[in-house]
């Protein structure tokens, strides 16, 4: 190490302490002091208490494949991206494409639900990075091991977005993309406004998203890891990643929040 890049990283070291001082770091989640080991900088931006992880990161085994909860009795935590990761019984057999993986912090209850509605508010771009921290924490290995090479959040329809100002699964990308090394980019597009998927009954919401995705030149030949804030259905996550593999993408993984848990899963 030079004498240069030594100051450098001694002046930022400085730079922080002296911030943390006037500002004692919070937790991006609840406002709550961290612990003194979370206080290292973390990759995603966001500092998350024990209690929040606790309680947001605590979630049961689920099938890579689909995050369907799988039965309390497989003792097994997703782990393992090579081959031999658990699956559903409907997803064991049958083929992964277009959608190849999915995972989720966990289930769509009451306290991810009001984390999830923090992102959307003006001031949620924290909450989103923190989310984005539990995430990528929690399933570290899977997303590394599935060589995601660009992170592209489910796009919202430009009417939508201009009326909200903001997209959490804009926010979610960019910091899921941060905590992984990896770009992300805004590389699909709705080509109509859809429905919002929550108002329909769920057998009406593959029909409302078929085909309102389109893919940019951006996601050819690329390993995709789509982000959104919630799924229920899976129908948008599905109608997203069939448009990124007509786009030419070489393979598309997803991340979620919070997966609405149907009675059929458990
Ligand atoms: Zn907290
Ligand atoms: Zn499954």
Known sequence: MTWIETFRRGASGWARHGLDLLYPPRCSLCDAEPTPCDRSA???????????????????????????????????????????????????HRAGRPLEGLVVLGAYDASLREQVLRTKRPAGRLVAAGLARLLVDRHRDVLHGWAVDLVVPVPMHWLRRCRRGTSAADELARW???????????????????????????????????????????????????????????????????????????????????????DEDS
């Open 42 to 92: 973390p990759a995603s931006g966001a500092r998350v208490c024990d209690a929040c992880r606790r309680l947001l990161s605590g979630d049961r085994p689920r099938c890579i494949r689909c995050a369907a909860p799988l039965p309390d009795t497989l003792d097994a935590d997703p782990v393992d991206a090579v081959g031999v990761s658990p699956r559903c019984d409907r997803c064991a």
């Open 176 to 262: 899921i993309g941060a905590g992984l090394g990896v770009p992300w980019a805004a590389a699909l597009r709705r080509r109509r406004a859809t429905r919002m998927q929550n108002e329909l009954p769920w057998e009406d919401r593959r029909a409302n998203v078929h085909g309102a995705f389109r893919a940019g030149r951006r996601v050819a030949g690329r390993r995709l890891l789509l982000v959104d804030d919630v799924t229920t259905t899976g129908s948008t996550l599905l109608a997203s990643a069939t448009a990124a593999t007509a786009g030419g993408a070489a393979a598309v993984y997803a991340a979620v929040v919070a997966r609405a848990d149907r």
